[in-house]
């Protein structure tokens, strides 16, 4: 434990000293990226203000100057636009809008003005109109009532945005706005601005330099786990800095899991080479297996042979000379041969199966529908024994397997069942879903398998009653068959005693899986 604990602390100082490498390039990255951006967002926003903010002003102070001569030509058709209830009023407008307004009737009586220098402003609103002063002007809107004009006064260097008209009740009204202040107004913001933008980088430059190391150094940390990864050094694990886990913090958890499995994989690796050495060990037990095999093979086919050859010498002497008699050994020697021959058959596909040159197709199908089609099948071989079968599925069952061997197994199934049915002489075929499995099982009635005999009924040409075995032509290889085909798709079979008959199952996948 001294030892691992040393070889952590030795790692953490290592990612320290790292982490002033990789993750400041990173950092610098970052820091860049976002720091540009802000000051790209400032500058622009810079460049907008200086380039409009004044159009927007005198923008709006047109719209404003428009509000109010609205306002004040409502109030002159109604004659409270000249009574002191409209004091208030008018002083507001005035206030609130930066406007200079006077109102002069026809003989040149000022009813109401916003400033205490009437006369002044009386001959500056006079010059306006009639151009007694050089003045530049540029017309912005014009109609029967009133003219909005923008005046540059070339002798005070200032400019104001104008409007004078006729009211309703025919009086003159002259509105004035000052642009100067506008001016002083986007130097001083963008001033501001300025100041705002230099200390905004500097803030966001420093926080993202924080917030950066906080991503960097988890990540620095995951590099030097998975280099001790590479040196199968599984010791390592990501520890998350915060209660609140985050992306990195779940690539950590990954990692550990990675990790984890990794080593688990190494472990089977080796497991499955001390196996591997067993199963080297086991050579000389297969050579058995070899020799009992052909043993086997010796003894099933002599009898079926000694026939053949005692059949056929009859037919050659001519022991039998009537056309009854010679049609019987032909019979008797061509029903050994197809006996001999389908036990051959079947002996190449169990041997391509237990070594695995059979293919395997795997597939989604029916497996109610490929049910009743090896019923439908064994229809007039159940007649002849009359043998009453019942599956009541009518439900679709889709699972994945190969179709072909599921049919061989279900042929198998009911073959022995037909051929072993005893008692009421009945079958019944069912099909359990359960899961992502469907269990299907074939009973008949009949004598239960001795319980000695169980577990050796899957093995080549084992029979429990030999001469009913015979009798049928079995050769003791399908359930062998069974076997190793329910083996190639991973998949359990079995066999179930009971009082009345013996059972025989098999699982499969569902299509849902």
């Known amino acids: 434990m001294k030892v691992n604990r040393h070889k952590i602390l030795i790692d953490k100082e290592k990612t320290k000293k790292e982490g002033k490498t990789y993750p400041g390039s990173l950092t610098r990255k ?4 976002i720091s540009c951006l ?12 200086t380039a409009f903010l004044e159009k927007y002003y005198v923008h709006n102070q047109q719209n404003t100057l428009l509000d109010g001569f609205e306002i ?9 636009l000249y009574d002191s209830d409209f004091d208030v009023a008018f002083d507001n407008l005035c206030a609130n809008g930066n406007i200079t307004v006077m109102i002069i009737s026809s003989d040149r009586r000022i009813l109401r003005s916003s400033v205490n220098n009437t006369q002044k402003m009386l001959i500056e609103f006079m010059d306006i109109i009639f151009g ?4 530049e002007t540029t017309i912005l809107m014009q109609n029967e009532d009133y003219v909005i004009q923008r005046q540059r006064d070339t ?4 400019e104001y945005l104008v409007l004078y008209g006729a009211l309703s009740d025919g009086n003159l009204i002259l509105m004035r706005s000052a642009l100067e202040s506008i ?7 963008n001033r501001f601005l300025g100041w705002v933008g230099v200390f905004s980088v500097i803030v966001s430059a420093v926080v993202i330099v924080l917030v950066s190391r906080e991503i960097t150094m988890p990540l620095l940390e995951l590099t030097n786990i998975s280099k001790r990864m590479t040196e199968l050094d599984f010791e390592a694990k990501y520890q998350p800095r915060t209660k609140r886990k985050n992306e990195i913090d779940e690539l950590g958890e990954h990692m550990n899991e990675l990790s984890r499995t990794l080593e688990r994989t190494i472990s089977e690796l080796k497991s499955a080479n001390n196996q591997l050495q067993i199963d080297i060990d086991k050579k000389t037990q297969i050579d058995e297996m070899r020799k009992e095999f052909l043993s086997n093979v010796s003894h099933e086919l002599k009898t079926p042979l000694a026939l053949i050859q005692g059949y056929a010498e009859g037919l050659k002497e001519c022991i039998n000379e009537d056309e009854q008699s010679r049609e019987f050994y032909c019979e008797v020697i061509m029903d050994e041969a197809d006996k001999m021959n389908r036990m051959v058959k079947k002996l190449l596909t169990l041997n391509q199966l237990e070594f695995g040159n059979e293919t395997i197709t795997m597939e989604r199908f029916d497996l109610t529908e490929l049910i009743r089609g090896v019923v439908n099948a064994s229809a007039i071989l159940l007649n002849q024994n009359k043998i009453t079968l019942t599956f009541s599925e009518n439900k679709p069952i889709f699972v994945w397997a190969d179709e072909f061997k599921v049919e061989e197994v279900v042929t198998n199934y009911l073959s022995n069942a037909i051929h072993h049915t005893d008692g009421e002489k009945k079958i019944d075929i069912s099909c359990v879903q359960a899961e992502d499995k469907v269990r299907v099982s074939v009973f008949n009635t009949g004598k239960p398998i001795p319980q000695e005999d169980i577990d050796n009924i899957w093995i080549k040409f084992y029979k429990v009653d030999k001469a009913r075995t015979r009798e049928y032509g079995g050769s003791g290889i399908g359930l062998s068959i069974v076997k190793a085909i329910m083996e190639s ?8 005693n009971y009082e009345n008959g013996v059972e025989f199952w098999f699982e499969l996948e569902t299509g849902n899986h």
């Open 30 to 33: 970052i820091v860049t990226i």
């Open 489 to 496: 798709f991973h998949q359990q079979c079995g066999v179930i």
């Open 183 to 189: 001016r002083e107004s986007v130097k001083i913001s």
């Open 132 to 135: 007694e002063r050089q003045n």
């Open 72 to 80: 004040m030509d409502a109030a002159s058709q109604t004659g409270a």
């Open 155 to 158: 002798r005070l260097d200032s």
């Open 38 to 49: 802000v000051a790209g967002t400032l500058i622009l926003c810079w460049v907008l203000n």
